[in-house]
């Protein structure tokens, strides 16, 4: 997702009959400030508006002495498809560049989405019963 803002995930593994309990979207900014209003922790599921909450950050990423990296999550259980599997597409994540341009062959600049994994916890009456924390 650097340096365009989106991307898709798609799911293939919930097992038929299963239905959706939760669903989070993680994501990952590399940028110089967190302040509320700013546009990090915001994007599109499926071109639905999604706002993450910030867990966390860490130091410079040692190439640029003033940025972070911060870290979001969103709840995004009420966008799921039926079943969980499907294509789910990304957008208007935070990014300077957003042409695709190669970040190693032309650099990039902050601030830029580093990447997104989307986590299903998901029912079978089938199944045994697991407890899951995230």
């Given at each position: 997702m650097r340096n365009t803002g989106y991307g898709s995930i798609r799911v293939s593994d919930v097992p038929a009959g299963a239905t959706v309990a939760k669903a989070y979207l993680f994501w990952a900014v590399v940028g110089r400030s967190s302040a509320p209003g700013f546009y990090y922790y915001k994007g599109k599921i499926n071109g639905y508006?999604?706002?993450?909450?910030?867990?966390?950050?860490?130091?410079?990423?040692?190439?640029?002495?003033?940025?972070?990296?911060?870290?979001?999550?969103a709840d995004v259980t009420a966008r799921m498809y039926k079943g969980g599997n499907g294509r789910y597409d990304l957008s208007n994540f935070a990014s300077f560049y957003t042409d695709g341009r190669d970040p190693f062959s032309s650099g990039s600049a902050v601030p830029m989405v580093e990447g997104a994994t989307l986590v299903i916890v998901y029912r079978q009456l089938t199944g045994p019963n697991t407890l899951v924390k995230i």
């Open positions: 508006a999604i706002s993450g909450t910030l867990l966390g950050s860490t130091g410079e990423p040692g190439w640029d002495f003033l940025s972070r990296t911060y870290g979001y999550r």
